[in-house]
């Protein structure tokens, strides 16, 4: 699996899933969303509101998904 990157180093792409990790280490799905005439970061966490970038400090790409035989 990837390693954590910082907000501040670098964003994913908008609409990407990701996991990001709060500042107190609370690990959620999330996805960046574009906020227009705002410089803000904010993140829609999977089944929650929306969330300023200020609270999440770290994101990595999702790992791959195993393959299943059936």
């Not at 990837?2 to 907000?7: E, F, G, K, P």
């Not at 908008?14 to 500042?23: G, I, M």
């Not at 970061?41 to 299943?68: D, I, R, T």
Request: with cysteine.
């Amino acid at each position: 699996m990837s390693d954590w990157i910082a907000i501040k180093d670098e964003l994913p792409e908008f609409y990407r899933r990701v996991l990001t990790v709060s500042k107190t280490g609370l690990i959620v799905m999330a996805h960046l969303v574009p906020e227009s005439g705002n410089q803000e970061k904010y993140f829609a966490m999977e089944g929650n509101a929306c969330s300023s970038g200020q609270h999440v400090s770290h994101w990595m790409p999702l790992p791959k998904v195993p393959e299943v035989q059936a």
